[in-house]
């Protein structure tokens, strides 16, 4: 029973490039969420998906960020012509229903350099 | 905007003593919840207790929830050093997202 699975768990990327970072998140799991950990910083909510449906984004940023969580497949978060600033951790999580049961996956740790 | 604050940002104590770290928050919430993070790695979930319930053990942890405060506070027994890392709080209202206190970090010294 493998828990969330994120992939790349370190990806570098230069400025102006796309990153994107996968979420496979725990078996018979349809709640997905992501978060961004800065350096030194607690976790902050970006965005909440079931399948095929964006739920709650208020914590994305309006530019450049979008996520989706296809009926097959992993979730992807996408970040188009990444800069400096997005440098951080980026968590999955996933769980059997709103609100209970967070599992988290291992993150995504994307430099821009 | 970030809810859960805990303190202290750093903590440091030798093994077997107890650490006890806080936590407020401002708003309404349905849960709170305790999370390890060892350096570099992902969140490990310790212990969810609901805002009806005022106190929750498990193992080695006990967890206080006083909501008429908006606190909480974790407690560590008998630390040991494999228990060195950072410590966050989360909080839940609606179940469609936890927000995370900026941690406390601490260190068991053997």
């Known amino acids: 029973n493998a828990g969330v699975m994120q992939n790349p768990r370190h990806l570098v990327r230069r400025r102006g490039q796309e990153a994107r970072l996968r979420c496979s998140p725990v078996?018979?799991?349809?709640?997905v969420y992501w978060y961004r950990q800065l350096p030194e910083e607690g976790l902050k909510f970006m965005v909440y998906?079931?399948?095929?449906?964006?739920?709650?984004e208020s914590g994305m940023p309006k530019e450049r960020f979008s996520a989706e969580f296809p009926k097959e497949g992993p979730s992807i978060l996408r970040i188009q012509q990444v800069v400096r600033g997005d440098s951080a951790a980026y968590f999955c999580?996933?769980?059997?229903?709103?609100?209970?049961?967070?599992?988290f996956g291992s993150g995504t740790r994307l430099t821009v350099v | 905007s970030q809810q859960g604050e805990e303190d202290p940002q750093a903590l440091s104590i030798q093994e077997g003593e107890n650490a006890t770290m806080n936590c407020s928050y401002k708003t309404s919430i349905n849960n709170l919840q305790w999370y390890r993070q060892n350096s570099g790695r992902g969140l490990v979930h310790l212990i969810l207790?609901?805002?009806?319930?005022r106190e929750k053990h498990s193992g080695r942890l006990r967890v206080t929830l006083d909501t008429s405060k908006k606190s909480s506070s974790l407690l560590i027994t008998a630390s040991r050093a494999a228990d060195t890392a950072s410590y966050f709080c989360a909080t839940d209202l609606y179940g469609n997202k936890l927000v995370f206190g900026a941690g406390t970090i601490l260190r068991v010294k053997s």
């Open positions: 207790i609901r805002s009806n319930e």
């Open positions: 998906l079931q399948k095929e449906n964006i739920i709650d």
């Open positions: 999580a996933s769980s059997p229903s709103g609100g209970y049961g967070y599992t």
């Open positions: 078996k018979g799991h349809s709640h």
